[in-house]
Structures are given as C-alpha cells and as structure tokens.
C-alpha cells in the first residue's frame, strides 16, 4: 500500500503563486509516476501534470504549460507542483496521484486552492 499525504494549498490572489507538495510513503519502490489532478467546481477531475520517477520526464496540461511546473525529490519519495500566474480557473481540489510499474493507481485526500480575482 501508498499514502499520499499533500499540503500547501490555500488561498491566493490572481497573479500569484502557491507550490503544492505531496509526500509517499509505504510501498514507494515501484513508483512509475507521480503526477496532480484537480477538480474544479462542477467539473471532472482533470490531468495537470505528470513526472515519470525514473528519468524524470514531465508531461502538462495545456491549460497550465509556462505557468506550472512539477519535480520531484527522489530521497524524500515527493513530488511538488509550483503554480505562478494562477487564474481564478485554476481554483479546484488539487489531488495527489502516484502510479506503480503494475498501474496501481494511488490518490492523496486533495488540497484545496483558490485563487482569487
């Protein structure tokens, strides 16, 4: 089993930036990816970005490409999504997910950010 602990949300004004962190625990050796979804009011829960633990690729949202940016520290099993620029739109629970090389899918309980006008 994974536990997906993440912090740092909160309330912000347009313009500004939040970074959001995400912490693993338990069976982490076979993580895949680690990534961020959220969920935006009346709306499905969408992809914003992805990075694969091994090699560190990182795949975005068209939606938050310039404006967010997400890494990892390998040595503390955590993923951190870094928001500039946040619009009103990107006001959403914000979710933690981690994927394992047998695609198991793991969330963490979400944070909540918003951002306003």
């Known amino acids: 089993q994974v536990q997906l602990v993440e912090s740092g949300g909160g309330l912000v004004q347009a313009g500004g930036s939040l970074r959001l962190s995400c912490a693993a625990s338990?069976?982490?050796?076979?993580?895949?990816?680690m990534g961020w979804f959220r969920q935006r009011p009346g709306k499905e829960r969408e992809f914003v970005a992805r990075?694969?633990?091994?090699?560190?690729?990182?795949y975005y949202a068209d939606s938050v490409k310039g404006r967010f940016t997400i890494s990892r520290d390998s040595a503390k099993n955590t993923v951190y999504l870094q928001m500039n620029n946040l619009r009103p739109e990107d006001t959403a629970v914000y979710y933690c997910?981690?994927?394992?090389?047998?695609?198991?899918?793991?969330w963490g309980q979400g944070t909540q950010v918003t951002v306003s006008s």
């Open positions: 990075v694969y633990w091994s090699g560190g690729t990182t």
């Open positions: 997910a981690l994927r394992t090389g047998s695609l198991s899918d793991y």
């Open positions: 338990g069976r982490t050796a076979s993580t895949y990816t």
